[in-house]
């Protein structure tokens, strides 16, 4: 970990060609760490760039992927994949924008809430609520009724907490 | 079958822009120049001689199929490369390294004065590709074999030139290590103008 930028920065100068900046060659000097370092980068570096012994073109190789080539189509200059490649996102963003306007005709207009809590409109659906526990158990055939009495009544007690709760929200 | 004489002194990038206009004369140029460069990319990667002829067959084919796609403005040695990388991966995902692999040359008893007796970095590579991981390997063998610039690196390793420059640190920060056997002396204060100045 100990001159890890100083030794990225020797490492880099290999690559770039260019000289390492004074402060820097002055360091090193004073370094053996990066001495030792520079010494080996740069042998390792001089080992390297003597090209690597590569594989004698192979002649049946080569035969080969040409007559793997020769199978498959040709490249066509006019169908480049480039504009195929063009189409298709602007296809797809066409598709959205015109759902996007379907969607927005289509829509239709919002159902007005309540801006504020409370107020004539909270007591009138508080109301709405108790009437309507009632007139379930009233208008409904005894015969209906029976079997669900006690679900009715669950139900009943529900809505008059729902209303309870609604009550008291309101300031 | 002969290649074309006058194809022989064309850039490699002008061999793609004939090849994008349906030569196939110049895509076999293209192919002659480099199968023995990306057959040796694939079998550093595989170390297994029908996966790596596989691979430079296939690479091949894609770049042919895709040659549309290069912009000639660009070198052309990159974008063959990062396709060549690409068939790698696709050969590892569907193969587990072969168990026929020829086997790992020997370790050097002393790397440093193997090193500074073989002027060729022949045995270097061999440490290279015991030691160092795929990644490493393979932005130090484009660098120095294709005798790439880091931005062409990055280019074909689909990475950053910083990820690139961070890769060759740590590929000779290794290599360093394996050439510094301890106890070496540190290169005496006299001499060390001489590779200091070489840097």
Not at chain 2, 32 to 53: H, I, L, P
Request: hydrophobic share 45%.
């Amino acid at each position: 970990m100990k001159h890890l930028l100083t030794k990225f920065r020797i490492s880099n100068a290999l690559d770039s060609g260019r000289p390492l900046p004074r402060a820097l060659q002055e360091k090193i000097r004073r370094c053996p760490e990066l001495r030792r370092f520079a010494q080996d980068a740069a042998e390792a570096h001089r080992a390297l760039r003597s090209p690597p012994t590569l594989p004698p073109a192979d002649e049946a190789l080569r035969r080969s992927i040409m007559r793997a080539l020769r199978a498959t189509a040709a490249p066509s200059p006019s169908a480049r994949p480039s504009t195929v490649a063009w189409l298709a996102p602007a296809s797809v963003f066409a598709a959205l924008a015109l759902a996007c306007v379907w969607l927005a005709v289509r829509r239709p207009p919002p159902v007005p809430v309540p801006a504020t809590r409370g107020g004539p409109q909270t007591l009138a659906a508080a109301d709405r609520m108790l009437d309507l526990g009632g007139e379930m158990s009233r208008t409904m055939p005894s015969a209906v009724v029976a079997p669900l009495s006690n679900e009715l009544a669950c139900v009943d007690l529900d809505l008059r907490n729902a209303a309870r709760f609604v009550l008291a929200t309101l300031p | 079958m002969t290649l074309d004489l006058e194809l022989q002194s064309v850039s490699d990038e002008e061999l793609a822009r004939q090849s994008q206009a349906g030569s196939l004369a110049a895509f076999e140029q293209l192919v002659a120049r480099f199968q023995s460069r990306v057959y040796a990319f694939a079998a550093n990667w595989r170390r297994n001689d029908a996966d790596a002829r596989d691979i430079t067959q296939d690479t091949f084919i894609r770049a042919f199929q895709a040659i549309a796609q290069f912009d000639s403005r660009r070198t052309f040695a990159p974008w063959l490369f990062a396709i060549a990388r690409r068939k790698c991966l696709d050969c590892s995902r569907h193969q587990p390294p072969a168990a026929d692999a020829p086997p790992e040359q020997p370790d050097f008893d002393d790397p440093a004065e193997l090193l500074a007796r073989q002027e060729d970095g022949r045995n270097l590579w061999r440490l290279a590709r015991r030691h160092l991981p795929h990644a490493q390997f393979q932005a130090l063998w484009l660098r120095y074999a294709e005798d790439m610039r880091p931005a062409e690196i990055a280019r074909a390793l689909g990475k950053t030139q910083l990820a690139v420059r961070v890769l060759l640190f740590r590929a000779r920060q290794t290599l360093a290590a394996k050439l510094d056997r301890p106890g070496r002396p540190a290169a005496p204060e006299e001499n060390h103008e001489t590779f200091i100045d070489k840097i």
